[in-house]
């Protein structure tokens, strides 16, 4: 598939337009700069956080209008802490669907 073969590669939309070394190609007299390979750091699909803006600022309208608008919420002062949910059942703090669900059963057993 097209789309995956260039995923190897940071999805910032500007990432070429960086003049740094490590993005300068080819031989003298013909060099190029290119798009950088993706990092591990930044869910695999910018090489650094400049990019990730980049590409957030470019794409924001469309992820608003895909995932919608974050209401203000709230939780009691002695409800269940974020943090801890994360410590008492081994959870990364991205890992929100099982976190979610988490919450959710705690949050059932209390009331």
Avoid at 30 to 54: P, Q, S
Avoid at 64 to 92: K, T, W
């Amino acid at each position: 598939m097209e789309s995956e073969k260039h995923m190897k590669y940071c999805q910032g939309p500007v990432c070429h337009m960086y003049e740094t070394k490590d993005r300068l190609r080819g031989p003298k007299g013909n060099r190029v700069y290119r798009t950088r390979k993706r990092g591990h750091l930044l869910n695999d699909m910018w090489c650094d956080l400049k990019c990730k803006e980049d590409y957030f600022n470019l794409h924001k309208d469309i992820i608003r209008n895909a995932v919608g608008v974050q209401h203000p919420m709230q939780r009691p002062e002695d409800s269940i802490d974020f943090y801890q949910v994360c410590r008492d059942n081994n959870l990364e703090y991205y890992d929100h669907s099982r976190k979610a669900n988490v919450m959710r059963t705690i949050r059932n057993q209390q009331q």
